[in-house]
């Protein structure tokens, strides 16, 4: 079962993998964006980092709730409030139990990339980070190591995408051949759920 030190643990996996890829993802943001992908995402995961030791909630839910919010509150660019909807609608879903098993994880995320896809209005095959989040969720039910090999795999094959959502499709056919950086931190994300399962 998955409590609370579950979801703290994964939340600064998630700090942690950020800080360290933060290169990279704002790499990828300066081949098809305006690179600041990387700076972003370190800026929010850090106000989670920090609003989680001082706050410590007591439910899955609760963690995952706040660390929604400081996402939104932090994160300037698209992908604040997307991720921070994501995470949020998951806390939501997962509603005041103490512990939740792994399915009932799936079907939150699955609310939650749901809530994302609502607010940003994109569509597997759109080149964004959906195309890494849904096959993730599909994938969970299998455990965390699949959901993680799922995900990458997503973004690897956003590659030859052309981009239909957020900045990236301003460029038009110009967006084909990179690979999307919110897919690429949405992998991350994921990948760290096993770290956060090891303990
Ligand atoms: P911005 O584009 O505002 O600079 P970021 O660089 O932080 O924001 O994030 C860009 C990423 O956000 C993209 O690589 C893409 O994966 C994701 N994204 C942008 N728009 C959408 C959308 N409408 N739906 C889903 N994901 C999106
Ligand atoms: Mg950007």
Do not use: C
Not at 9 to 16: G, K, P, S
């Amino acid at each position: 079962m998955l409590d609370a030190d579950f979801f703290r643990r994964w939340m600064a996996a998630a700090t942690a993998s950020v800080d360290r890829e933060a290169e990279r993802l704002t790499d990828l943001d300066s081949a098809i964006g305006d690179a600041d992908h990387g700076s972003n995402l370190q800026r929010g995961f850090r106000a989670v980092a920090t609003a989680l030791e001082k706050d410590a909630p007591d439910t899955p839910g609760a963690v995952l709730t706040l660390a929604g919010r400081q996402l939104i509150s932090t994160v300037g660019g698209a992908s604040g409030p997307l991720y921070g909807t994501l995470l949020r609608r998951t806390g939501k879903a997962l509603g005041d139990a103490s512990e939740v098993d792994t399915a009932q994880l799936a079907e939150a995320l699955r609310a939650g990339v749901d809530g994302v896809m609502a607010l940003g209005g994109a569509a597997p095959g759109d080149k964004t980070m959906i195309d890494a989040l849904l096959p993730a969720v599909d994938a969970l039910g299998d455990g965390f190591a699949a959901a993680r090999a799922a995900a990458e795999q997503g973004a690897e094959a956003t590659i030859p995408l052309q981009a239909r959502k957020g900045r990236a499709s301003y460029l038009g056919e110009r967006s084909i051949g990179h690979q999307d950086p919110g897919a690429t931190s949405s992998a991350l994300l994921i990948a760290t759920l096993e770290e956060a399962a090891e303990g």
